[in-house]
T-cell receptor
Framework: AQKVTQAQTEISVVEKEDVTLDCVYETRDTTYYLFWYKQPPSGELVFLIRRNSFDEQNEISGRYSWNFQKSTSSFNFTITASQVVDSAVYFC???????????FGQGTRLTINP | DVKVTQSSRYLVKRTGEKVFLECVQD?????MFWYRQDPGLGLRLIYFSYDVKMKEKGDIPEGYSVSREKKERFSLILESASTNQTSMYLC???????????????FGPGTRLTVL
């Protein structure tokens, strides 16, 4: 069975602080995909990144970076120099090839205060 | 620009009513999905479809049915709405065929349904 845990239910920081959202996953499969989605107040989930299990390189996109570590089954997301527009609920998700499902974590509500 | 639209942002229905939630995508995607989102539970899959007239149950199909008569449209039906179906409903689509879940999914804005 697959499982995704986002232990941080809510995080609140002041603008310009760096913030890391944790994601821990469980699967016995060797081929799998990890995702991060952002859900702003408007409601629709926006895709941020997909990473497959064979690619452990860290990814950086502007102020966003992702740290994938198979040794700890984690796929953490860091926002550098946070901005108010980063306020949203962030979901981590896991898909295993051949299994017809995308398993979501519970989500982390991030609030950036001016 | 890719687009998934849902027929209503907010909906209020009474217990026992039949409810239709409509979803349309304009990206010619093969796969379409219906999720419900509840606080503390993340998103849970209700049904998905990988082709016209094809449907597969997700994790929580009880009390729901779906219809996909055209590729671009995927409807979620609550046969007899109950108060425990009060939730946010999200529709999504993805390009891959054969019911693959490994591609990026594109989401609609959601329908917040309240059943009184």
């Amino acid at each position: 069975a697959q499982k995704v845990t986002q232990a941080q239910t809510e995080i609140s920081v002041v603008e310009k602080e760096d913030v890391t959202l944790d994601c821990v996953y469980e699967t016995r499969d060797t081929t799998y995909y990890l995702f991060w989605y952002k859900q702003p107040p408007s409601g629709e989930l926006v895709f941020l990144i997909r990473r497959n299990s064979f690619d452990e390189q860290n990814e950086i996109s502007g102020r966003y970076s992702w740290n994938f570590q198979k040794s700890t089954s984690s796929f953490n997301f860091t926002i550098t120099a946070s901005q108010v527009v980063d306020s949203a609920v962030y979901f981590c998700a896991l898909s295993v090839r051949g299994a017809q499902k995308l398993v979501f974590g519970q989500g982390t509500r991030l609030t950036i205060n001016p | 620009d890719v687009k998934v639209t849902q027929s209503s942002r907010y909906l209020v229905k009474r217990t026992g009513e039949k409810v239709f939630l409509e979803c349309v995508q304009d990206m010619d995607h093969e796969n379409m999905f219906w999720y419900r989102q509840d606080p503390g539970l993340g998103l849970r899959l209700i049904y998905f479809s990988y082709d016209v007239k094809m449907k597969e149950k997700g994790d929580i199909p009880e009390g729901y049915s779906v219809s996909r008569e055209k590729k671009e449209r995927f409807s979620l039906i609550l046969e007899s709405a109950s108060t425990n179906q009060t939730s946010m409903y999200l529709c999504a689509s993805s390009l891959s065929s054969s019911g693959s879940f490994t591609d990026e999914q594109f989401f609609g804005p959601g329908t917040r349904l309240t059943v009184l």
